[in-house]
């Protein structure tokens, strides 16, 4: 084996889906260059996905902020300046291929997969970090030295050793959603937590190609209003970092921090396969106002005592869906911080670089950790469309509507959980018993899944340009009502009919009179009270058993 080997540049290693739905394998080159001619990122994992995103998006922020596209020598010194760049870049419709050449050509040493001095994404004095096999690179498998799983989906040569395209895929991914399990080999050192990426819950917008949306979430002012300092990818520093869980600055541009080196790592190889790496802690910053990074939901929390609030990253929840967040994406709360990438958008919606009727597709990725983030437990995805013009000024009047019907509907599923636990009770169940916890947790989550794909579509169907503001939103007002009322009842009558002839006889509990025909009645004027529903015709609501 040659000591300087595969270099990301040419080999092909990022998985893509083609426009014919078929997945590829093509160089860093060729997603940047060809990025119109493919449909997304298609790796193995949607992780994956993201962290090979921000790769990407590093080696364009360092590209255009200091080249035009001509390549020629042109930094990014205002705003102005920087919307006039990404507008010219977005109009071409693909990135110019100069540009990119001259930089990547540039620097093409520092993207060896295996270097003796500078291992992409990597650092020769991880040599001496703790050593882990091929199963916990691979992010399909993740297995510790300590746990190993009983069902892999993959086996033999798969999980033994991993060609050196998936090692690739799965380096850049370990740096960025590692787990807390490696042991420091220095004494007295802090922890830096899991991998930057595995703390943050991950929000980027989606377009129709590769090349859309590495452009829109390509943001080159800060919150969309501030000029990023001069970009620092992680391959241009003259010596790969080797100092254990070093704690840093934020980084102020965002190269630096796309590239961000949360762990020192260092492949392992054997006949032409990785088998195994070496792992030390790495560069880590405090996730508290942690402002530069664009793309993460975030959340308020109090400061204690006479100390101020702050705003760190959102975790995802693997039981919550995406819309259920909607004020988290795009007006926050009193002190709340909405996402960069957001802010982004909206700047170029304002500026009319993107049309009035643009539709985007956001998505959230993230992974959900055991035990103080021991090991990796799930990946969480999500997604969802709307039109841009929510997010604008002018959204806000729509935003409060959306707001009061997520509201509406997360009351309602509450109303199903107290009618579980009441049929529960008449059915001679156990009160406050962990099976009568679980009958109203079942409830309320049944009813999040049958408004899940009505909620989304009736939020891409809102168009704020259309028609009279006012008129619109009484229609959309009604016709969510009638959506999530109607849904509610069904749901309510289908656990009543299931309640049994127990639940149907009923019993006494502490005083109260628990059965199916009595709970259900009660039910059915709390949900048609709390839609609002007497001004709806009694055909189109009265559905009581």
């Given at each position: ?168 895929r799965w380096l850049i991914h370990l740096n960025g959603f590692d787990d807390t399990s490696a042991k420091p ?19 980027y917008a989606e377009g129709k190609t590769l090349f859309e949306t590495l452009m829109l979430n390509l943001a080159l002012l800060k919150d969309g209003s501030q000029i990023w ?317």
């Amino acid at each position: 084996m040659s000591e300087i080997e595969f270099n990301l540049l040419d080999e092909p290693w990022i998985r893509v889906m083609t426009e014919d739905c078929t997945a590829q394998e093509i160089s860093l080159t060729q997603a940047l260059w060809e990025g119109h001619h493919y449909r997304r990122l298609a790796g193995e994992l949607p992780t994956q996905d993201v962290a090979i995103l921000r790769l990407l998006l590093a080696v364009l922020h360092t590209v255009f902020y200091r080249m035009d596209l001509d390549g020629e020598d042109n930094p990014i010194e205002t705003p102005g300046q920087a919307v006039q760049r990404w507008q010219m870049l977005w109009k071409t419709g693909q990135f110019p291929r100069e540009p990119i050449r001259k930089y990547l050509e540039q620097w093409k040493e520092r993207f060896w997969l295996f270097h003796p001095e500078h291992p992409f994404y990597q650092t020769p004095a991880a040599s001496v970090g703790t050593v882990y096999t091929a199963a916990k690179l691979n992010g399909e498998l993740s297995e510790s030295n300590n746990k190993v799983r009983l069902f892999p989906v993959c086996l033999g040569k798969e999980k033994a050793g991993l060609d050196y395209a998936a090692a690739a895929r799965w380096l850049i991914h370990l740096n960025g959603f590692d787990d807390t399990s490696a042991k420091p080999k220095g004494k007295g050192l802090p922890s830096p937590g899991a991998g930057w990426l595995g703390k943050l819950g991950l929000i980027y917008a989606e377009g129709k190609t590769l090349f859309e949306t590495l452009m829109l979430n390509l943001a080159l002012l800060k919150d969309g209003s501030q000029i990023w300092e001069e970009p620092a990818p992680v391959w241009e520093l003259e010596k790969p970092k080797g100092e254990e869980r070093t704690e840093i600055a934020m980084p102020d541009n965002q190269a630096e921090l796309l590239t961000l080196q949360s762990r020192r790592l260092l492949l392992i190889r054997e006949n032409e396969q990785v088998v195994g790496y070496t792992l030390l802690g790495g560069d880590f910053f405090s996730k508290i106002n942690a402002d530069a990074e664009q793309m993460t939901l975030w959340e308020y929390r109090e400061g204690k005592k006479n100390e101020p609030g702050y705003n760190q990253p959102k975790r995802l929840k693997p039981d919550r869906q995406m819309w259920r967040d909607f004020s988290a994406i795009t007006v926050p709360q009193s002190n709340g911080k909405t996402p960069g990438i957001m802010n982004w958008v909206v700047l170029l919606k304002w500026k009319e670089v993107l049309e009035n009727n643009f539709i985007i597709h956001f998505r959230t990725v993230g992974a959900k950790y055991g035990d103080k983030d021991f090991f990796i437990e799930d990946i969480l995805e999500d997604h969802l469309d709307f039109h841009i013009s929510l997010l604008e000024e002018g959204g806000k009047l729509w935003d409060k509507l959306i707001q009061d019907k997520i509201a509406q509907t997360e009351k309602a599923a509450w109303f199903l959980g107290v009618l579980a636990e009441e049929l529960f009770k008449a059915a001679g169940g156990q009160p406050d018993s962990d099976a009568e916890k679980g009958r109203i947790y079942q409830a309320s989550q049944m009813y999040y899944s049958a408004v899940d794909i009505p909620f989304r579509r009736w939020l891409a169907s809102i168009d704020p340009d259309l028609g009279d503001a006012e008129e619109l939103r009484a229609k959309k007002d009604e016709q969510w009502r009638m959506e999530a009322y109607h849904l509610a009842m069904k749901q309510g009558q289908k656990m009543v009919q299931n309640a049994g002839e127990a639940a149907f006889a009923g019993r006494w509990v502490e005083g109260k009179f628990y059965s199916s025909p009595n709970v259900f009645n009660r039910f059915f004027w709390q949900i048609r009270d709390h839609f609002n529903m007497k001004s709806i015709t009694k055909e189109k609501t009265d559905e009581r058993p």
